[in-house]
């Protein structure tokens, strides 16, 4: 178990890491009032999941401390909203339709509701 935690906070930071390098260098060369710093590393953290998961499909031989590391601590590190995107796809994949759209709306709009909240008890 510590080996695990050890392996997903590793991959965590270095995705952490490179997340930061990746918006900090786009915001510098293309800083607009579009978040495209957050969008790019959703859209690249996504992709890099896709790789990564169809990876360990095709060579089931690879260690599960492998995965921990790519998808769960590098990926997380890199963004959640890479697992968020995957795990709605694979619900779409799977011919059900209703949940993740529920989903992404709920996430969405809670999401928003949840940062004011924390804003305004904050203040």
Do not use: H, W
Request: hydrophobic share 50%; glycine share 12%.
């Amino acid at each position: 178990m510590i080996k695990t935690l050890l392996l997903i906070g590793f991959g965590g930071g270095m995705g952490s890491i490179l997340r930061y390098l990746t918006g900090f260098t786009i915001q510098k060369f293309y800083g607009s009032t579009f978040p495209l710093a957050t969008f790019s590393v959703n859209v690249i953290g996504c992709f890099i999941f896709g790789l990564f998961l169809s990876y360990f499909s095709k060579n089931t031989e690879n260690s599960e401390e492998l995965r921990f590391l790519l998808l769960t601590g590098f990926c997380g590190g890199y963004t959640t909203f890479s697992t968020f995107s995957a795990e709605n796809f694979q619900l779409i994949e799977n011919g059900n339709f209703f949940i993740p759209v529920l989903n992404i709306l709920a996430s969405l709009i809670f999401g928003l509701i949840a940062v004011f909240l924390g804003i305004q008890i904050a203040k």
